[in-house]
């Protein structure tokens, strides 16, 4: 598989050797992978704003009887400010939610409503199981799944949901487990 990316770039959905730090990076942790949902699956969110712009510009073609200029005016800022805000919430748990693999461990940082993170780490020699899903025809087209890391006993499982080449990005977790519990 040709890596068609940028090292360290910060917007990129799949990335290799990222030159990065996060909250509970260790000293000497070497980071591998990168993942970030595929762009593909933002398109709704991107869709959904441009039509509520769209919404809010067929609504001031036709005046209203009943307002005067101010109030349409405040009305407009006011939906104006709710879209933008959607829209920098949507770009802020998109570039957030994170996962991360590195030579000790694979880790799944999600944030909610910006305020609230989880983070769920799995040490290399505790995970038992690697399964990627991908199915559907926009999953295909796109080259994007999810990558299920199953961990033994009472650890954390692994999440990274919707993510690009996960067969590729499988296939990294599984020859560091292989490095790590040896041939």
């Known amino acids: 598989m040709e890596n068609n990316n940028k090292k360290g770039s910060a917007f990129y959905s ?7 730090r996060f909250d509970t990076h260790e000293e000497g942790e070497k980071i591998f992978l990168l993942l970030r949902s595929h762009p593909f699956t933002q398109v709704g969110w ?3 704003s441009i039509f509520f712009f769209i919404l809010l510009f067929l609504l001031n073609l036709f005046p209203q ?5 101010g109030q349409i005016l405040i ?3 006011f939906f104006i400010i709710f879209i933008l805000s959607y829209i920098w919430f949507n770009i802020l748990n998109w570039y ?3 996962g991360i693999v590195t030579d000790k461990r694979v880790i799944d940082i999600d944030f ?7 983070i769920t780490a799995a040490q290399l020699g505790k995970i038992e199981d690697v399964t990627v899903k991908s199915g559907g025809y926009f999953e295909s087209f796109f080259d994007y799944g999810s990558i ?28 560091l487990l292989s490095k790590k519990h040896g041939p």
């Not at 009887?65 to 200029?69: A, G, I, M, T």
């Not at 909610?112 to 989880?118: G, H, I, P, Q, R």
């Open 96 to 98: 957030f939610n994170v």
């Open 148 to 175: 299920f890391v199953q961990t033994a006993g009472t650890e954390a499982n692994v999440e990274f949901i919707d993510v690009p080449h996960p067969s590729d990005a499988a296939q990294i977790i599984n020859k």
């Open 75 to 77: 009305i407009n800022l």
């Open 46 to 48: 991107i869709l959904s």
């Open 14 to 20: 799949y990335c290799l050797n990222p030159q990065i």
């Open 112 to 118: 909610y409503a910006v305020l609230f993170k989880e």
């Open 65 to 69: 009887s009943f307002l005067n200029l």
